[in-house]
T-cell receptor
């Protein structure tokens, strides 16, 4: 599975959009981009995934560049409860293991 | 969404004792479960893949005789930390793959078990 690179930490003001970048320049054609987050001392929570098209659900939006070498997770209106470590993972859709990198620690501030 | 539970949520034990952690998929069947370990301020590290009815597959560097995994049913996997020592103190997290769900987001995580070895 391809590796990912994320900034170690980011701050965001409550109510503003949080844009979390991820670099995955070695991604293969059959690998998806997944985003999970982990609130302190809890298990990871699935957020969203995508292959090459932009995706949106009730939690977030995922923007994937045309060359698929990077992506951005967007939390449109961040709240204090969105404070967590966000992990960007690339893996094949079926059978692939979720290998976690260091993630980005997002702090949403009042 | 699908629910995965872990028991116990936390445990404190003496050095040299063995500790069993259970991981259950509550509303779906899971032929495959995964065990992770997480030290403070670090990311999750995959320890092993547990397959129902067969032997677990361990990641490189993980001692299979130290961390015994049993996946006897489609809803239960157990991790036993044998002869635990203080360096085994960690946050242990399991995840379960929903055998019947869509492939893309089929892996669900438990809430974790905090192990402290004195």
């Amino acid at each position: 599975d391809a590796k990912t690179t994320q900034p170690p930490s980011m701050d965001c003001a409550e109510g503003r959009a949080a844009n979390l970048p991820c670099n995955h320049s070695t991604i293969s054609g059959n690998e998806y981009v997944y985003w999970y987050r982990q609130i302190h001392s809890q298990g990871p929570q699935y957020i969203i995934h995508g292959l090459k098209n932009n995706e949106t659900n009730e939690m977030a939006s995922l923007i994937i560049t045309e060359d698929r070498k990077s992506s951005t997770l967007i939390l449109p209106h961040a709240t204090l409860r969105d404070t967590a470590v966000y992990y960007c993972i690339v893996r094949v859709a079926q059978g692939g293991k979720l290998i976690f990198g260091q993630g980005t620690e997002l702090s949403v501030k009042p | 969404g699908a629910v995965v539970s872990q028991h116990p949520s936390w445990v404190i034990c003496k050095s040299g004792t063995s500790v069993k952690i259970e991981c259950r998929s509550l509303d779906f069947q899971a032929t495959t479960m995964f065990w992770y370990r997480q030290f403070p301020k670090q990311s999750l590290m995959l320890m092993a893949t547990s397959n129902e009815g067969s032997k677990a597959t361990y990641e490189q560097g993980v001692e299979k005789d130290k961390f015994l995994i049993n996946h006897a049913s489609l809803t239960l996997s157990t991790l036993t930390v044998t002869s635990a020592h203080p360096e085994d103190s960690s946050f242990y997290i399991c995840s379960a793959r929903d055998s019947g769900a869509k492939a893309y987001n089929e892996q669900f995580f438990g809430p974790g078990t905090r192990l402290t070895v004195l």
